[in-house]
């Protein structure tokens, strides 16, 4: 019995590691190609750089108008998690607290609309708000964060009304006896109890639209309005990319993102299983 349990164990720790190895080794391709020419990444890819060339950075910083595109990555980004959060939050407890039929259809409706991909909907989008309304070159940035909002509030709705389901009603009852209305029950007494689910909506929000090509390479035309991801496209060429440049971009575009992830891990974990488990 002993002896299975040291292999189990052992099996079990080969797995982690070869599991581990497999999400480590993108991360190392990255960051030694980060210092090669595009002679040496083509030539040895897996090798260390003959010499670590920092250049490319600085090359990076200015032909990606480096200070612009960051500033439209973090704004529509913080603008968009913020409002996701406050309008699902606001929408999954009035969802749970005030049962309806109607109420119940609306939510199954929410949810039965995150299998529908965007694929599907990108073509008339653009058709109806560009050619039709054409707003898409006048207020490209709001219009965009107001499809971040649309697109991401089915999810985020949903794992608040999962976690507003366990939060006692004994509590808020307790707080409207003591002189609280409904919207300052909600903001005094239910949204601070919601932390660990917020952090982990906020963050898979953040991971998403940080990272999001599709949908900004179809609202934003005008180079002074691009996120980071979009921007990359200046390194990609006809017949040739530019690798000692793209790469060096890809790395120092999910290095933000990569840290905020890792700062805020525990947070996920721990808001999906309360969530889960309540």
């Not at 989008?125 to 909002?149: E, N, R, S, T």
């Not at 709705?157 to 976690?163: A, D, L, N, P, T």
Request: charged fraction near 10%.
């Amino acid at each position: 019995m002993a002896k299975r349990k040291i292999m189990t164990s052992i099996l079990t720790y080969v797995i982690a590691i070869i599991a581990l190895i497999c999400f480590i080794f993108p991360f190392y391709l990255l960051i030694i190609n980060s210092f090669k020419s595009n002679g040496e990444i083509l030539v040895s890819p897996f090798s260390l750089p003959t010499s670590w060339d920092f250049s490319q950075f600085a090359d990076v910083i200015e032909k990606m108008n480096f200070a612009v595109t960051f500033k439209n990555t973090f704004l529509i980004t913080t603008i968009s998690t913020i409002l996701i959060v406050f309008f699902s939050a606001m929408s999954a407890y009035h969802l749970v607290r005030k049962p309806s039929k109607y109420n119940k259809l609306f939510f199954t409706i929410l949810v039965a609309s995150m299998v529908i991909p965007f694929q599907s909907l990108m073509i008339p989008l653009m058709h109806i708000y560009g050619a039709k309304l054409q707003v898409i070159d006048v207020i490209p940035i709001p219009l965009l964060i107001a499809f971040y909002i649309g697109f991401g509030s089915a999810l985020s709705i949903f794992m608040f009304h999962g976690f507003i389901k366990s939060i006692p009603l004994e509590i808020e009852e307790a707080a409207r006896i003591d002189g609280c209305n409904t919207l300052q029950t909600f903001f005094l007494i239910v949204l601070p109890m919601l932390k660990p689910i917020t952090v982990t909506i906020a963050i898979l929000n953040v991971l998403w639209i940080w990272n999001d090509y599709l949908l900004p390479s179809l609202v934003l035309n005008n180079e002074s309005v691009y996120t980071m991801p979009v921007q990359m496209k200046v390194f990609n060429g006809t017949y040739m990319n530019n690798w000692e440049l793209l790469i060096p971009a890809i790395l120092m575009t999910i290095v933000p993102i990569l840290i905020m992830y890792m700062i805020g891990q525990k947070q996920i974990i721990k808001g999906v299983m309360q969530g889960s488990i309540k």
